[in-house]
C-alpha cells in the first residue's frame, strides 16, 4: 500500500464527499426497474446505494462457498450402512427407473464407502472422517441433508444455483441481492467473486453475471493475489499523485461540460471516477494481511501473499467488514468421476484438506468478532453423486453426478444453528424428509435479508423475471 | 350481484376532484384500459385457459360483458359463468367494478394473494371506460398500420420532415417549443457516431461547418449521404444487428471452443453496405439455404441461427441441447422482428398476449427441422474477403476453377498416387535419415545472441552451445553466406555433457519445445515451403515451428506411437525446404529460433547445415517397418500410419493447394474456414408440445404439429398452405408481407432507439399488451410505412431520421420541462446517449490515429488486461496483435462468451448467450479504471499525444494552447473554451515539471517515438493529456 495514495485518497475523500452535485435532480430512473421498494435512491447516480428492503432483514451479507464439481454427500455427510452392505449390487428398479445420468451406464452398482463416520456436538450431527476441522462447527451450522436439483451437467447445473435457471443470461443471487438491497461499501464493489482451485469453474462469468439487470450489478472477480481487480493498478509512470492530478482534471472538464449541457449523467460519472480512485486504495488495502494476527491466518491457513481458498475465505471475512454485500467463493475440483486425478481416495482426500480447515474457519471467526448473525454463509456444490459407483478405467473409482439428493449447510444470519434438516433414504439416493429445493434455498437467502422472492423482479423480455422462476419456498423451518 | 353501492358512491364523489380537463377526454383502450387490465386482471381472466379462474375471460368483450352471440364463432368459445360482469354504459352496475372497490377479502380483485394492487386512480379509469360503453379494441400492435396523415402544425418553418409534423404537433399541443438545432460541430460528432461509429477528423469537421454555414440543410444530407456510403456504416450497423444474432465467435457453456463464425459477420457488414433491402436481408438469414439455388452467400447468411450456443460439454444428452437451440431460435425470431415474448409460452399458454402453447410449437415446428444437433452441422466453406468480393475478373476465376479441379483430380487419383509412392519409398530404404536428395554441409555461424540473456559459445565444429536463459528465450543467429544458392537447411540437435540428462536441450529430461524457426535475408522474411523431422514427440511435429502459432511445436521425447530405439537425448534433425532457392548474392541468412510454449525448453546444443539441393522425405523407422507389412496383413491402424505419411509427404497436393490459395489471393481472397449454416432434414422431425416446456414429455394427444404463424396475425400465404410441411422460408416471407403489423414496426422503432436512446415504443424488444404504448403511435406508423414503401431501404430510413429537426435539436437539459416531461418522451430535445462497449475503443483508436480501417476477416486479439482467466475453465491463448490488426474496431475482437473482452462488458456489451435486442446503459468505476488504466487504452492515448506533437509543433505556451485546441478538435470535434483550455493547460505544466525530474516515469507514459523538438517528459505530459480527456464523459458520449 503506497501511503501517499492512501493519505491523498483520504484527504480528496472528506473534502470531496459533498462535492456539491446533491442539488442536481437525478431524475432519470429506469424505466422498466420493477423493484418497488419505496424511497429507494436513484439506481443511475448511485447503483449500488442502500435501500430498503421489503421486510425486516436477519442479515446483511452472504458468502457462498461454492464447492464446483458436486462433492459427495455419501463420502462426506451422510453414512449409509444399507448402501455398504449392497455394495457391489445393482440398485433396484424402482430407484433409477426413467432417471438420466451424465456418465453412468444402466450396469452401474451400488457402491458403499469406507470412509469413517462419527457423530459430534450436541447437535450430534454425522460427519466423516475427510472433515476434521468440521467437527468444530456442528453447533453452529444448519445442515441441508435434502437438497435437490433440476440438472445433471456441470454448467447447467451450476448455473442453476446461481443463477436459477440452467441457461445462461440470467442474473446471479449475488446481483438479484444488490440490486434489491445495494451495498454498503462506498469503495468496493457490492458483489465479489474470488476463486480457487486448478481452474475457474465451468459456466464462468455467466455464473456472476448480471443477466438482464444493469452491469453495475454483476460480480466483480476479485484475484487472490496481486492486483484484485482488473486494471486497478496506474499505468506504468503514473504515480498516485498524477493519478491525482488526472482524476481532478478530468473532474473540473466533466463539471464544465456538466455545466454547460445539465445532464446528470456527467456527476454521475464524476462519482464513478472518485470511487475508481479510492478503490485503487482500497482494494490494495483489503488484499493486505499484515495487520491480521498470526493465530488468525493459522486459523485459516493463510499466508500473505497467498491465493488458497484459505486466503479466500479470509479475504471475503475482510470484504463483509468493508460492507460488501454478497461474496461468493468457488473451490474447483470437486467432480470425483473416478479416473486419474478424480477418484475419491487421494484426489477426494487433497481438495478436502484444501477446503475443511478454512470452511470452519470462518464460521469461527465470524462467530468470534460478532459478525456471523449478520452473515449468512452458505457451503456446498451443484449437485451431489450417485450412490452408484463409476466405472472409469476399469476400476470402480467415483460416483457420477447426482441430482436427487445432496447436502449443503449454512450458518449464521437466522439459520438455526446446530440444526439438521432433512433426511435421505438408506442408499442416499431421494430425499425422504426435509427436501430443499434449489428455488427454495434461493428464497430463503433472500427471506433473511429482507427480500420477498416473489416481490424481487425485473421486467425483461414482456416478464417480471424472478431469481426463483415461478418457484420457490421460504424454508421456515430451517430458521431461528 | 350487485353489492357494493357504497362504495361506488364513494368513487362517484371522487369524480370531480380527480379529473382534470385533460383526463376527462374519451379513455382509448389500448392505451389506458388494456395495460390495466393485462397487468392486473388477465393472469386469472386471460387467454391461458389453464390458468382461468371462475371461466371469465377479460380479454375477450363478448365474454367480459356477457353477450353470447357471436361467442360460439370463435376458434375459442369461453362462455362465462359470470354472465356480464361489464355492463356497457353503467359502471355502478357493473361487477367488476364492485368487485374492485370491496373490501370484502374473499370478495376484492384482484386477490391479495397475487400482489397486484389496483390503484384509485384505475378503478377511475375503468369506470370511465365502461361509462363510455367499454368499447375494446384490438391490441395495437397487432392492427394492420395506420395510413396517418401528417398532422397539422404551427411553426411550419422548423419542419424539414414527415417525422417532424408528429413530433411537433404534440409538442405544440404541451405548448413545449423544440430546441434549437444543435450547432454545426456537435451534429457532425453525432451524425459520424451514430452512422459510423467514429469520429470525424478535425480537417472534415472544419469543412462541414463552412458547408452548414452556406446551407444547412444541404450540408447536412450530403454529410447523410457522405457517411451512408462510407464501408465504416455496414460495421457500426452491423454492430447492432449482430446483437440481435448473439453473434460471437465460440460456442458456449463450459468448454467454450472457437468456431468460425466471422464470413457470417462479413456477409451482414457487406448486405447493410449493399442497402440489402430489410425483407430480403429477412430471408436470407432465415432461410437463404431454403432458396431455390442458393449462392454461397446466402448459405453463408442463413448461418444467422448459427450462432446458437453448442454444448461440448462431456456427457451431455445432445437432444436436450438441440432442443435449447431450436427454442432458442424461436425466441430470437419472434423478439428481433416481432417483438414479442414468445418464450413466455414454452411451459403455458400465454398469460397476457394471444399466443397458446400450441401456436408457440406450432412455431417451434418450422425450426426443428434443422440437421444440427447440439453440434456444428452444416458449413461451408468461405475464404477471407471473399463475402466482400465485389465483380472478380472472370479470368481470374478461371484460374481459380482450374486450380481447385487440378486438387480434385489429384484427390481422385490418391489411391494410386499412394501406391506408387509406397513402392518408392521400399526402394529408397533410407532408413538412415538421411534423405536422398541433400548434400549437407556444416555452415559457420557468425553472429550469435539470445534476447532473453542466455549465452551462446561457439563450439568446435561449428556448433553452439547455449547457456541458461529467459524461460522462453528467441535465439538469433546469423550464417555465413554460402558460396552456392541453399534450397533447404537443415537444424541439427546434438547431445552435450554439460547438458541435463546430457540431452540436446535444456528441459530437466533433455527435451526442447521449439515453437518457431524464422529466416530471414536482408530484414526480409524467407518463405519455408516445408519442414520436417528424423523425429518428434508424438503431437510435436517440426512442421508446427512454421505454422505461426506459438503454442505448437516441436520436440522430442517418446512416447506412444515412437519407433522402438529410439531415443530423445540422441541426434535429432529438423530440416527446412525453402519455396524459392536462397541467392548467396541476397546476404547472410539470420535464423530466429524461438521457445513460446514451455518454460525453459530451450534448445541447448545445436548447428547448421546446408544444402543446395532439396532432401527427400524423411522416412522414420516405424513407417519402414509399417511398409515392409504386405498390404493385405496390415492392420486398420498401420493403414491409418500410412495414409497420415503419404498425406503429410505429398507435396504434389501442397502445391496444388498453395496454387488454388495463390489464385485466391489474386482476387483478393484470403485463407478458407469452414462456416456454420443451415440444413434441414431430409425427413422431417414430428413436432409435439412439450408438456411443461419439457422436451421429454411431448403431448401425443394434441399429436403431431404442424408448422404454422400466430392466428392472431395475417396468416401465412396461401402457397404455404397448400404445402404439406411449411418451411422457414414461408415463415421468413409471412414476416415481411407487406400487411405484416409487427416487422415493420419493430425494426422502425429499433432504429429509431439507436438515434434518441429509446423507443417510440419503449419496450422495444415487448410489442405484447405489458409492453409499453407508443409515445408517437401516428409516426411508428407512418415509418414503418415509409420503410416498406421504399422497398425497405434501411439507407433511406437512416437519411430520413438524421435529416430530420427533431434528429438535429440540441441535447442540452431543459430543467423548466422537468415536471412536465422528465424523460423527454415528446422530444423537445436531443439525448445525450453514451456509446456502446465497441464504440468507446473505436472512438478513442480514431482520435488516436493508429486506427486500421480493414473491414472483416478472422477476429482479432488487442491488448487485454492479465488475469482475465483467472476466473475460466477454458484458458485462452490470448497474444496481442502486433501490427495493424492491433488496432481493429472492437466488432473485431475475438469473442469469448465464456470469457468476453473485459472492455467490453464493462461497458455493457451483452455476453451473447442469448438474443440482445437493445442493450442497457450504466454508469460504473470499473468504466473509470478501464478507461483509465487498461493497456490498450493508455496506448491510444499515445497515439493521439504523438499525433499531437507532429501536427502542431512547438513548446512555448501559444504552441501548447493551439495543441490543447487541436486536441479538443480530435476528441470533441469542437473548440475548448477558455476555462478548459486554461484547466487542461496547468495540467500539462505540471505533469511536464513532474516528468522533468522523473525521466523513468517519463519514458513510461511517452509514446514510443514522437516528433523532433519535445523533450521526454513534453511527451510524457501530451499523453497525460490525451489520456485525460479520453477519459472525459463528452468523449464517450454522443452529444
Known sequence: MDPLLQQTTRRHFFERCGLGLGGIALSDMLARDGFAAAGSPDRNADPMATRRSHHDAKAKNVIFMFMAGGPSHLELFEDKPRLREFSGKMPPESLVKGKRFAFLGKDAKLLGTDRKFARYGESQMELSELFPHHRKIVDEVCWLRGMKTDVFNHGPAKLFMNTGFQVPGRPSMGSWVTYGIGSESRDLPGFVVLQSGPRGPRGGNALWSGGFLPSSYQGVPFRGNGDPILNLASPKGITPERQRDFVDVVGALNRERLGVTGDPEIATRINAYEMAYRMQTSAPDLMDLSDESQATLDLYGATQGGNSYGNNCLLARRLIERGVRFVQLYHTDWDHHGGPGQTLGKDLEKVCAEVDQASAALVLDLKQRGLLDDTIVVWGGEFGRTPMGETRDNKVGGRDHHIDAFTMWAAGGGFKAGMTHGQTDDFGYEVVDGLVHVHDLHATILNQLGLDHEKLTFRFQGRDFRLTDVHGHVVKEVLA | MFRSLPAWSFLIALFPVCLSAEESKTVDFNRDIRPILSDKCFQCHGPDDKSRKAKLRLDIRESAVGDSTGLDARPDPVKSEKVGVIVPGHADASELVARLLTTDPDEIMPPAKVKKPISKKEIELLSQWIEEGAPYDGHWSFRPLADAELPAVKAKSWVKNGIDHFILAQLEQKKIAPSPEADPSTLIRRMSLDLVGLLPEPERVKRFVADYGRDHDKAVAALADELLASPHYGERWGRHWLDQARYADSNGY????????????????????????????????????????????????????????????????????????????????????????????????????????????????????????????????????????????????????????????????????????EKSLIANDNKDANAPGASWARVKPTKLSAEGGAKLELQKGDSILAGAGGPHEVYRVELAPAKEAITAIRLKLIPHASLPNQGPGRAGNGNIVLTRVEFFQNGKPLTVARAQHDHAQPGFSAAFTIDGKTDTGWAINVGKGTAPGVKMNAEHEAHYVFAEPILASGGPVEVVLRHEANANYNIGHFAFDVSPTAPGAVTEEKLLTTLKIAPADRSDADKKLLTAEFDKADSERRAAVSRIAEAQKAIGLGSSVKTMVMRDLATPRES????????????????????????????????????????????????????????????????????????????????????????????????????????????????????????????????????????????????????????????????????????????????????????????????????????????????YRSAPYPLLTTFDSPDFQSVCT??????????????????????????????????????????????????????????????????????????????????????????????????????????????????????????
Request: aromatic fraction near 8%; hydrophobic fraction near 40%.
Open chain 2, 254 to 421: 463450459t468448454i467454450d471452443g472457437e468456431r468460425t463464425m466471422w464470413p457470417y459477420r462479413d456477409w451482414v457488414i457487406r448486405a447493410i453496405n449493399d442497402d440489402l433491402p430489410f425483407d430480403q436481408f429477412t430471408i436470407e438469414q432465415l432461410a437463404g439455404d431454403l432458396l431455390p439455388n442458393p449462392t454461397k452467400a446466402q448459405l453463408v447468411a442463413s448461418g444467422f441461427h448459427r450462432n446458437t450456443l453448442i454444448n461440448q460439454e462431456g456427457g451431455t444428452d445432445n437432444e436436450q441441447f438441440r432442443n435449447e437451440e431450436v427454442v432458442d431460435r424461436v425466441n430470437t425470431t419472434g423478439a428481433v422482428w416481432m417483438g414479442l415474448t414468445l418464450g413466455c409460452a414454452q411451459c403455458h399458454t400465454h398469460k397476457f398476449d394471444p399466443i397458446t402453447q400450441k401456436e408457440y410449437f406450432e412455431m417451434f415446428a418450422f425450426f426443428n427441422q434443422g440437421d444440427d444437433v447440439n453440434n456444428v452441422g452444416a458449413t461451408v466453406e468461405v475464404s477471407e474477403g471473399e463475402m466482400f468480393l465485389r465483380d472478380p475478373d472472370p479470368k481470374l476465376l478461371g484460374a481459380l476453377d482450374q486450380a481447385k479441379a487440378a486438387l480434385a483430380a489429384l484427390d481422385r487419383d490418391k489411391v494410386k498416387r499412394q501406391e506408387a509412392w
Open chain 2, 688 to 895: 409435439f408440445i412439450h408438456i411443461r416446456g419439457d422436451f421429454l414429455r411431448h403431448d401425443t394427444e394434441t399429436g403431431p404439429l404442424r408448422p404454422n404463424v400466430l392466428a392472431a396475425l395475417p396468416a401465412m400465404p396461401d402457397s404455404a398452405k397448400e404445402k404439406a410441411l411449411p418451411n422457414r422460408l414461408d415463415l421468413a416471407q409471412w414476416l415481411v408481407r407487406a400487411d405484416h403489423p409487427l416487422t415493420p414496426r419493430v425494426t422502425a422503432n429499433r432504429v429509431w432507439m439507436r438515434y434518441f436512446g429509446k423507443g417510440i415504443v419503449e419496450t422495444e424488444n415487448d410489442f405484447g399488451t405489458q409492453g409499453s404504448f407508443p409515445t408517437h403511435p401516428e409516426l411508428l406508423d407512418w415509418l414503418a410505412r415509409s420503410l416498406i414503401e421504399g422497398g425497405w431501404s434501411m439507407k433511406a430510413l437512416h437519411k430520413t431520421i438524421v435529416t430530420s429537426a427533431t434528429y438535429r435539436q440540441s441535447s442540452m437539459a431543459r430543467p423548466e420541462l422537468n415536471d412536465i416531461d422528465p424523460l423527454n418522451h415528446l422530444l423537445s430535445r436531443q439525448n445525450r446517449i453514451r456509446v456502446e462497449a465497441e464504440i468507446v475503443r473505436d472512438a478513442a483508436l480514431s482520435a488516436s490515429g493508429l486506427f486500421t480501417e480493414k473491414i472483416g476477416g478472422p477476429g482479432v486479439k488487442p491488448p487485454q488486461p492479465e488475469g482475465v482467466y483467472a476466473f475460466t475453465q477454458r484458458k485462452v491463448s490470448w497474444v496481442a496483435a502486433e501490427g495493424p490488426d492491433r488496432y481493429r474496431r472492437a466488432m473485431y475482437t475475438q469473442f
Open chain 2, 918 to 1039: 437493445g442493450r442497457v446503459r450504466s454508469n460504473t468505476p470499473l468504466q473509470s479504471l478501464t478507461l483509465a488504466n487498461d493497456e490498450a487504452m493508455i496506448e491510444l492515448a499515445q497515439g493521439l499525444s504523438a499525433r499531437l506533437m507532429q501536427e502542431i509543433g512547438g513548446t512555448d505556451s501559444v504552441a501548447n494552447r493551439e495543441r490543447i485546441r487541436r486536441a479538443f478538435g480530435h476528441c470533441f470535434s469542437r473548440e475548448p473554451s477558455e476555462a478548459e483550455v486554461e484547466a487542461v493547460v496547468a495540467f500539462q505544466e505540471k505533469q511536464m515539471a513532474g516528468f522533468a525530474a522523473d525521466a523513468e516515469g517519463a519514458k513510461a507514459v511517452a509514446p514510443e517515438k514522437w516528433a523532433e523538438g519535445f523533450d521526454v517528459a513534453a511527451a510524457a505530459s501530451w499523453t497525460a493529456v490525451a489520456r485525460a480527456l479520453m477519459n472525459t464523459d463528452e468523449f464517450i458520449t454522443r452529444e
